[in-house]
């Protein structure tokens, strides 16, 4: 049925995930190349300084999340959600004019960040959240119509499409407001965790249900138990960025503030049946799955425990455990949600996906360099930090280079046909 009802709408969207799976690739490079001048800079906002470190994550965090992250998020929303939903709500336009203003929103940011001016990098990094947010909130109209038309239709996906219609739209604006309002004690405290902790974290969570209970089938948990399970981790995320906020005012505790910071993430871990995961994963009765996805499911646990690690020293970060999760949980869910997607409109036999293991192991190389740090490990000698540095970079860089032969591979050079309708459509809709 769900098959069917795909065929008949053959969503004029489908496909249009590659433009924005590109764009997102391609900024990372450039991002990449944007933190790697601020290691070597000498500039007073440069890794090299202890001045405005809070300022710098914060503006970094936000290029992640609303930029080349959102761009992968965004793009999966606009192949897979009109055909669930059974609706054309998405066009053309709305994807031109997010690509646009979230490119363009991104060089504005980086641009900055290459003026080796304070002053102007703070500007012109308020005119690129605000592009972002803007690109955010275009799409926030169509996706209320996938969802609103679900309901009317009684269709068993709509609060689905409540994440790009509602919950990121409003977060995007929580993350700009605190920026603009940075002068206040906290606030970029509490932005920055609301960022990753409530905003990324949520949409990772949803990502590997999704994949797991919805598209595989394993049935983790419950269906009902979906919508409390992201609850529950959503009031815990929220509560860690208040506790975020009370810390820079100290009004609480350090160790209230990292236990706050791992409850959300041991949640997510849990709720997440890890168990059932792994016993259909490994053994003689192993099932197909994202190997990316279930990855990303344990470094949950990973940075839950980075987090309540006494005296983890943070290097030149603000807090060591929000670097982990992004570019562990976050980046791993999302390009192991948009590659999985992809292969499904290939057809491509869930039996004979490439597992995709250099992807995870520069990743854990990447994750090594944190802890690394966290640990004061210096190997190294003086240079132990510049040599961390690089081997997270280059994690980075090798897991976008993986990811982009994967995608032009299976685009250009491959006798796998590509196909507007994805594979098992009822999975997503049943």
């Given at each position: 049925?769900?098959?069917?009802?795909?065929?008949?709408?053959?969503?004029?969207?489908?496909?249009?995930?590659?433009?924005?799976?590109?764009?997102?690739?391609?900024?990372?490079?450039?991002?990449?190349?944007?933190?790697?001048?601020?290691?070597?800079?000498?500039?007073?906002?440069?890794?090299?300084?202890?001045?405005?470190?809070?300022?710098?994550?914060?503006?970094l965090t936000a290029l992640i999340s609303?930029?080349?992250?959102?761009?992968?998020?965004?793009?999966?929303?606009?192949?897979?959600?009109?055909?669930?939903?059974?609706?054309?709500?998405?066009?053309?336009?709305?994807?031109?004019?997010?690509?646009?203003?979230?490119?363009?929103?991104?060089?504005?940011?980086?641009?900055?960040?290459?003026?080796?001016?304070?002053?102007?990098?703070?500007?012109?990094?308020?005119?690129?959240?605000?592009?972002?947010?803007?690109?955010?909130?275009?799409?926030?109209?169509?996706?209320?119509?996938?969802?609103?038309?679900?309901?009317?239709?009684?269709?068993?996906?709509?609060?689905?499409?409540?994440?790009?219609?509602?919950?990121?739209?409003?977060?995007?604006?929580?993350?700009?407001?605190?920026?603009?309002?940075?002068?206040?004690?906290?606030?970029?405290?509490?932005?920055?965790?609301?960022?990753?902790?409530?905003?990324?974290?949520?949409?990772?969570?949803?990502?590997?249900?999704?994949?797991?209970?919805?598209?595989?089938?394993?049935?983790?948990?419950?269906?009902?138990?979906?919508?409390?399970?992201?609850?529950?981790?959503?009031?815990?995320?929220?509560?860690?960025?208040?506790?975020?906020?009370?810390?820079?005012?100290?009004?609480?505790?350090?160790?209230?503030?990292?236990?706050?910071?791992?409850?959300?993430?041991?949640?997510?871990?849990?709720?997440?049946?890890?168990?059932?995961?792994?016993?259909?994963?490994?053994?003689?009765?192993?099932?197909?799955?994202?190997?990316?996805?279930?990855?990303?499911?344990?470094?949950?646990?990973?940075?839950?425990?980075?987090?309540?690690?006494?005296?983890?020293?943070?290097?030149?970060?603000?807090?060591?455990?929000?670097?982990?999760?992004?570019?562990?949980c976050a980046v791993l869910a999302a390009?192991?949600?948009?590659?999985?997607?992809?292969?499904?409109?290939?057809?491509?036999?869930?039996?004979?996906?490439?597992?995709?293991?250099?992807?995870?192991?520069?990743?854990?190389?990447?994750?090594?360099?944190?802890?690394?740090?966290?640990?004061?490990?210096?190997?190294?000698?003086?240079?132990?930090?510049?040599?961390?540095?690089?081997?997270?970079?280059?994690?980075?860089?090798?897991?976008?280079?993986?990811?982009?032969?994967?995608?032009?591979?299976?685009l250009f050079f491959t006798m796998d046909?590509?196909?507007?309708?994805?594979?098992?459509?009822?999975?997503?809709?049943?």
């Amino acid at each position: 049925m769900g098959e069917n009802r795909g065929k008949a709408l053959l969503s004029k969207m489908s496909g249009n995930y590659i433009l924005h799976f590109m764009s997102s690739g391609m900024m990372v490079l450039l991002f990449l190349l944007a933190v790697s001048w601020l290691s070597y800079s000498t500039s007073d906002y440069s890794f090299r300084q202890e001045n405005y470190q809070l300022e710098i994550a914060y503006i970094l965090t936000a290029l992640i999340s609303l930029g080349w992250m959102m761009s992968m998020i965004v793009g999966i929303s606009f192949d897979l959600l009109p055909l669930t939903h059974n609706l054309d709500a998405y066009n053309q336009t709305h994807s031109t004019h997010y690509l646009f203003i979230n490119l363009v929103g991104q060089l504005v940011i980086i641009g900055g960040i290459f003026s080796n001016n304070l002053q102007l990098l703070f500007e012109m990094s308020t005119i690129g959240m605000v592009l972002l947010c803007w690109g955010v909130i275009s799409i926030a109209w169509p996706s209320w119509k996938l969802h609103r038309n679900s309901v009317e239709e009684n269709i068993n996906c709509g609060k689905v499409a409540l994440i790009p219609s509602v919950f990121i739209p409003l977060a995007s604006l929580v993350v700009l407001s605190c920026w603009i309002f940075r002068k206040n004690t906290g606030f970029l405290e509490f932005g920055l965790a609301f960022n990753v902790i409530v905003m990324m974290g949520t949409i990772s969570l949803t990502l590997i249900l999704a994949h797991f209970n919805r598209r595989l089938g394993w049935e983790v948990i419950k269906s009902i138990n979906i919508r409390p399970v992201i609850t529950i981790y959503l009031v815990l995320a929220i509560l860690h960025s208040f506790a975020s906020l009370w810390y820079a005012r100290g009004d609480v505790s350090h160790t209230i503030f990292e236990y706050s910071l791992a409850a959300p993430l041991f949640w997510g871990f849990l709720s997440t049946r890890p168990i059932r995961t792994i016993k259909s994963a490994i053994g003689h009765s192993q099932k197909p799955h994202s190997r990316l996805i279930g990855t990303a499911q344990w470094f949950f646990l990973a940075t839950g425990v980075m987090a309540i690690i006494p005296d983890f020293y943070p290097g030149k970060f603000t807090n060591i455990t929000y670097v982990g999760f992004i570019f562990s949980c976050a980046v791993l869910a999302a390009w192991g949600s948009g590659i999985y997607l992809h292969q499904d409109h290939l057809h491509k036999s869930i039996h004979n996906r490439p597992s995709l293991w250099s992807v995870i192991t520069v990743n854990a190389i990447g994750m090594l360099s944190l802890f690394l740090i966290g640990f004061e490990v210096t190997i190294f000698g003086e240079s132990s930090d510049l040599v961390y540095f690089f081997m997270r970079s280059i994690a980075l860089g090798l897991m976008i280079i993986f990811i982009f032969i994967l995608l032009v591979r299976d685009l250009f050079f491959t006798m796998d046909t590509w196909h507007r309708m994805p594979m098992s459509l009822d999975k997503y809709i049943s």
